[in-house]
């Protein structure tokens, strides 16, 4: 099947109301935001939602492992095969084509994820250890390979179209396992963030001369259409309980050409994002956008 035709730029708009869309470890998991507080989703929360559905498009659909449909980067709780890492993913399906040259074109014709994303495969060194320097250290030298894969598909991080009001209580985290139960240790407290309501959009492009390289097609670039609209079906968890996440809209522009009739940067400046979830589009002549409900 030939690799993707004609350029492609997609939005998706959706809303929060009592969530933590993307908590930031590094903040007690706060959700996100930047220094003028708007809400923020990173892109690589975002590209995980993507896979997730997609392995569940890939289970309930029963496609078997040749088809190319397989994500690479899957989460513990969503596995479809029995892989304990990355590395030993790649072991059992590669074989002996992993770190040889042939690896960049066999991830790529196993994993859709790989194709539409890229991604780096870090190989150690199969040459024994080198020599011991005076101090006990290894002498330096060949200490593996890195295989890396430019992927067409780009996703931006997702932006609140106002800044966000976020609301913190304390909860009890855990129980006490020992005793009668009436005393309380300190660590059994915790805190829960949320935002109480926000409108988020972003922004991503599909490039057909990175898609070449990938072999990511029009039908791949199909099956990702498909999901968008259901970014946050089967994503539940405490901080984001079932409805308190929803895309409203996905817009789609496909280009006439490889190249693109215009910017993705000019073309993402034609959607207007309003607080309430409404929005407008302005014109570009000879590129109508393809308007999608949200699941």
């Known amino acids: 099947m030939s690799a993707l035709q004609n350029k492609i730029d997609f939005a998706v708009i959706l809303r929060v109301k009592n969530a933590n869309p993307n908590g930031d470890p590094l903040n007690g998991n706060r959700p996100r935001t930047d220094y003028s507080n708007f809400g923020e989703m990173s892109d690589v929360s975002i590209k995980r939602k993507i896979r997730d559905r997609l392995i569940e498009c890939w289970v309930n659909d029963g496609k078997n492992e040749d088809d190319g449909h397989m994500i690479f980067v899957q989460s513990d709780d969503r596995k479809a095969d029995e892989a304990r890492s990355l590395r030993e993913r790649a072991e059992l399906v590669l074989g002996k084509d992993l770190g040889a040259p042939k690896t960049a074109e066999r991830a790529c014709e196993k994993w859709l ?79 829960k963030h949320r935002v109480d309501q926000g409108v988020y959009r972003f922004f991503g492009s599909m490039n057909p001369q990175l898609a070449v390289k990938t072999g990511f097609t029009d039908a791949d670039a199909n099956t990702i259409k498909q999901v968008l609209p259901k970014l946050f079906e089967n994503d539940e968890a405490a901080a984001r309980p079932a409805g308190s996440m929803e895309v409203l809209k996905v817009i789609w522009w496909q280009h006439s050409c490889k190249a693109g009739q215009y910017s993705s940067a000019k073309v993402h400046r034609t959607l207007t994002v309003n607080a309430n979830g409404s929005y407008e589009l302005a014109n570009l002549d000879g590129l109508k956008p393809e308007e999608i409900n949200g699941f």
Do not use: Y
Request: charge should be negative; avoid cysteine.
């Open 113 to 191: 994820d790989v194709r539409a994303f890229g991604q780096l495969f870090a190989l150690k060194s199969n040459k024994k250890a080198g020599k011991k320097k005076e101090d006990g250290s290894d002498e330096e030298g060949d200490t593996g390979v890195s295989i890396g894969i430019r992927g067409p598909v780009t996703v931006q991080s997702a932006f609140s179209v106002e800044p966000i009001d976020i609301s913190s209580l304390q909860i009890t985290k855990s129980v006490s396992g020992e005793g009668d139960g009436t005393k309380r240790g300190s660590d059994t407290m915790g805190m």
